[in-house]
């Protein structure tokens, strides 16, 4: 039984061994070479350079086929009105222009972008690992950034591939290497909205990117694409934007009616009625108008000139009366309702509450704790395609280097409160061991395993 499973671990390990060789094969080979190929792996170690063998169960390639239609979309638009690309700039307008879009993308980026770390896996050599710590702090303030940017390395890349994820609904990039091949040089983020997708034999999918009018292949190993919540038949991902334009739409309809009718109606104003002067007996009828137009405009002149402190002083013939909604809350409780409703509708639809946008009403301290558990899980979930990337940017780096390591990344999701009724319940979960263990109802062994599975 033993013998089956270590050569079930071999095995899986030859086959991320290959991935790894393949991989690096033809990233070098395309950009520098078989030289530089030679020169990159000839540190390698064996297991690198040992084929896999294939499970002769399986076939070689699907029976399936995917879709070719892959811009017609559920709207029913034909190909030529409606592209990806038009979709994402409406998505970035709405980012930069609607407050409450902005703000649910700078909480998911942020909530996505912990304090992370890595671990190197396959010796327990300190020099060796010394080595490739150093070789990864170089490439984390080398990979990324411009010349002009003091803040760049990984943290700001994240930065970056979280902002494009959530708001085009996909990240992009591609990793080039020095021109010596012996370590990663830049990444380059590639804007999504340029990106093309055809389908090779009706299997795979390939990466193209739309170049002053033409589609250019992409390196399908030197490129990195992930799609958000892609479809069986398309890969291009969806944005959390993708189910509220209609809403924001009604809800920016709803802004601009409420400024019109309070600006109208909604303030105090005064509304100033003045009794034309008694006409004199002898007066002629172009001398009373004179009169009366002047005394007019006497009064209105007097009505501008009041200063908020002052008080009107006029005869008994003016008479100022209020004009404006009939209650403090006639015209404003309605408009608040609606406005409130498309705002939890708006919230909904980027999977966030209000109370986590800064739209406070008054949720109860258990929600709020249960909701934030629930934003842990989806947080965790949208930082497996980083962990990947970051993992494959790293073992690509230690390949070149011709370190034998492998590297996993981790991120620091700890919660930072609630921290006293996490210890109670530890406390409380080890001394139910102890007991058992006292008590003769587990071993020690088995009590050491209870602690470490969490369980």
Known sequence: MNGKKDRERVFEKSKFNMRIFYNLKNLLTKTRGKEAFKKGTKNLPHSFLVKGSQLSKYPTSPVSRQKEDLYFNQMSFP????????????????????????????VWTRFCTPPGHYEFKGSDDQSLLDKAKKVMDDMEQRIFGSSF?????????????????????????????????????????????????????????????????????????????????????????????????FVVRIEQRLLEDMHKTMHNAGYHRLHVKIKPPERFSFESDQAYLERANRYFEDTVEMMKKIAPEDNPVTWNDVEITYVGPSGHYSSSSSWYINHKTLIEDICAGVHLDPFMLGYSYGP???????????MLRFVVSIQSPAGRFLEWLRNLELALKGIPLRCTQHF?????????????????????????????FITQEQGKRELESGQ
């Open 149 to 245: 940017q003091k803040f760049a390395g990984i943290e700001s890349m994240l930065f970056q591939f979280f902002s494009s994820l959530l708001t085009d609904g996909a990240v992009c990039g591609e990793v080039t290497v020095s021109p010596n091949g012996e370590r990663l040089d830049k990444f380059f983020f590639i804007d999504p909205a340029t990106i093309r997708f055809k389908l090779k034999n009706g299997i795979e999918w390939e990466l193209y990117q739309e170049q002053n009018g033409k589609l250019v292949k992409l390196n399908p190993f030197s490129t990195f694409y992930y799609g958000l919540d892609v479809d069986p038949s398309d890969p291009r991902g969806k944005s959390i934007f993708s189910s509220v334009p």
């Open 364 to 374: 109860a301290y258990n929600w709020a704790q249960i909701k934030y558990e629930l």
């Open 79 to 106: 190909a030529e009105s409606w592209d990806q690309s038009i979709r994402i700039k409406l998505y970035r307008f709405l980012r930069d222009n609607i407050p409450v879009l902005n703000s649910a993308v700078w």
């Open 412 to 440: 620091d999701n700890k919660k930072i409160f609630n921290l006293l009724e996490k210890y109670q319940a530890e406390k409380i979960r080890l001394e139910n061991v102890l007991k058992k263990v006292e008590s003769g």
